[in-house]
């Protein structure tokens, strides 16, 4: 079996050249990929939904003490892509995450029944956010969302 050599020695001369193969593959070693984001990094995104349930949808005055929003749909937007790139449910304090984040910009977001327009359709409530290098989490706090009883 033949070894790969890092320098060949040709027949007739006592000058050294480089073998292509070997110099593609360390440069692109040496070099690296650029990341952009999305998973397979070390960072969690986290945060909690609650929900404030009212009686009439407009009317803050109508509403009732915000509790865990259990089993709540929450997605997340890797970067500047269009469409959702991962979602999660909250569990049963309303509690979520997203594990593995790599540095870059980041879009979390939960659908809510919309305060101004009662009968309209749910309106999303977004929060953007960037990862730095090193960071190991990102904590979105409380995100409130709204129904109507």
Not at 32 to 37: E, H, N, P, V
Not at 75 to 93: A, E, H, K, L
Not at 103 to 115: A, C, F, Q, R, W
Request: hydrophobic share 40%; with cysteine.
């Amino acid at each position: 079996m033949k070894r790969m050599q890092f320098f060949q020695m040709t027949n007739y001369s006592m000058s050294w050249r480089l073998n292509p193969a070997v110099f593609a593959l360390a440069l692109i070693a040496l070099t690296g990929c650029s990341r952009t984001a999305g998973e397979g990094g070390t960072t969690t995104i986290q945060g909690s939904i609650e929900v404030e349930k009212r009686l009439v949808i407009v009317n803050p005055a109508s509403a009732q003490a915000p509790h865990p929003a259990a089993d709540q749909d929450v997605f997340i937007i890797y970067g500047d892509r269009i469409g959702p790139d991962d979602r999660v449910r909250t569990n049963y304090d309303g509690d979520f995450a997203f594990y593995g984040m790599r540095p870059g910009e980041y879009t979390v977001y939960v659908y809510s029944e919309d305060t101004l327009d009662a009968g309209g359709p749910d309106v999303p409530i977004l929060h953007r956010l960037t990862i730095e290098k090193g960071d190991d989490a990102v904590d979105l706090g409380v995100i409130r969302i709204y129904e109507e009883i």
